[in-house]
């Protein structure tokens, strides 16, 4: 395991539960892959310093996007399978410094602390032949019961997607949040409300979900709500966007 | 009950099932009146036609932003407290129509045939004298375990902040639901995703819980996604807004 931040951990963790050997835990910093290989009971070392160890079949580079290159040359993928976990990097990213490689790339947000399901974490896969895809198939479906195949592209848009979801979700609950605050209300009044958008989305999908006044077309509230924003510039152009992103969307008759 | 849409439907099962008595459900059309008066055993009636029966103490409006004005003249408060259950509708909307009149706004998304626990609702409530809002303070506290008094300006923030968080949250889902579409990837791959990050934004409050490429300002993901949306320029521009937003409020130490 090349890393040993979030994405690292909780992938070593996962692997280690379900019986694979972690051979060794490498990282820039001597600390985390320490304590990252301590939990997997492998052996720690850094990118510039580890000790020969038993070679391994796979060798998982989950750092981030611009350290990949790298860590590709401190610690090159020799006959080991390569894969790396980013959603925005093709698998093309070996091309000439592996002969077998591809990409796992577990589409969850992982936090120090949190535990994850890894069973339910769609993984989607690429591989550049098909023997290291049945052997990356094997590997990912004894992680988790949603195991995708998607290509270099298909994974841009997945992870585009994801941004939204999450990133972008949880930055208007951000600016909902500063709302209240400017009103002495706390966030929390409006937990049980995201907690039943979030069911219903799931449950129904989300076009047959939206309501509201944008949904509806209902002017006078959505005139309302620009004039309450008018020392917000910032949030008022962003409330006008959506609104008008979904009134595209919405038949007259929607509520 | 004035109203026998979403808003009436569940707040009328909910007070009689909190052992209220509802004398009258009366809506425009004979038949929604109809259909939730038997629910909850009480006499259907229309604006334009409603048996004379035993006076209530309250009456609740819970009919769309722009009938209320009509609704009221059709169907006058006379001695009762009048209620509306509108965010974005001021309390004063009732003065020199009602003597006794206040809010009861319950901050959640209703659906047919979704059942909510009303207990967890919050109940935001406002009325005109301190007499009124005992009364009906002890009507919300017998539905919830969250009564909050909330101004009339308060009370729009809320709305507004509710609109953020709950429409604009699943035109997010709709818009990733779109871009999978066009991959021919299925939405359910983003649920264990939406799933955590509703679940960390609600534990660790959404200013902590925002991760992604935004929030570690990571220029070449940002950079490839606007690439990745040149065939959608709204989607692009919101792309951009929001990253720019997030930016702004992140340290540069942020993951």
């Known amino acids: 395991m090349a890393g040993a931040g979030r994405v690292a951990g909780h992938l070593a963790v996962a692997l280690h539960q379900r019986g694979h050997e972690i051979v060794q835990v490498v990282s820039r910093h001597a600390e985390p892959a320490r304590a990252l290989a301590e939990k997997v009971e492998a052996h720690p070392g850094t990118f510039s310093s580890h000790p020969p160890v038993p070679p391994a079949d796979i060798i998982i580079y989950a750092v981030s996007d611009h350290a990949l290159e790298e860590v590709l040359t401190l610690l090159p993928?020799?006959?080991?399978?390569?894969?790396?976990?980013a959603g925005s990097l093709p698998a093309d990213i070996?091309?000439?410094?592996?002969?077998?490689?591809?990409?796992?790339?577990?589409?969850?947000?992982?936090?120090?602390?949190?535990e994850i399901d890894f069973r339910e974490v769609p993984l989607?896969?690429?591989?550049?032949?098909?023997?290291?895809?049945?052997?990356?198939?094997?590997?990912?479906?004894?992680?988790?019961?949603?195991?995708?195949?998607?290509?270099?592209?298909q994974r841009l848009?997945?992870?585009?997607?994801?941004v939204l979801v999450n990133n972008y979700v949880n930055h208007l609950y951000?600016?909902?949040d500063e709302l209240l605050q400017q009103e002495v209300l706390p966030f929390d009044l409006l937990h049980p409300l995201i907690e039943e958008?979030?069911?219903?989305a799931l449950t129904l999908g989300p076009q047959k979900a939206?309501?509201?006044?944008?949904?509806?077309?209902d002017?006078?509230?959505?005139?309302k709500h620009l004039e309450l924003l008018s020392c917000s510039p910032e949030l008022q152009t962003l409330y006008r966007m959506l609104s008008d992103s979904i009134r595209r969307r919405s038949s007259p008759e929607k509520k």
Chains 1, 2 share one sequence.
């Open 197 to 200: 958008t979030t069911a219903k």
């Open 94 to 114: 070996f091309r000439g410094k592996a002969e077998h490689y591809g990409v796992l790339y577990p589409l969850q947000t992982f936090s120090e602390g949190r």
């Open 124 to 153: 989607c896969i690429e591989a550049n032949t098909p023997d290291n895809e049945e052997k990356l198939q094997t590997l990912a479906l004894s992680l988790s019961r949603r195991v995708v195949p998607a290509s270099s592209s």
């Open 77 to 85: 993928p020799e006959k080991m399978l390569a894969l790396h976990t």
């Open 219 to 223: 002017e006078n509230v959505i005139k």
């Open 157 to 162: 848009f997945l992870h585009l997607a994801a």
């Open 174 to 176: 951000v600016l909902a």
């Open 210 to 217: 939206q309501t509201g006044p944008a949904a509806r077309n």
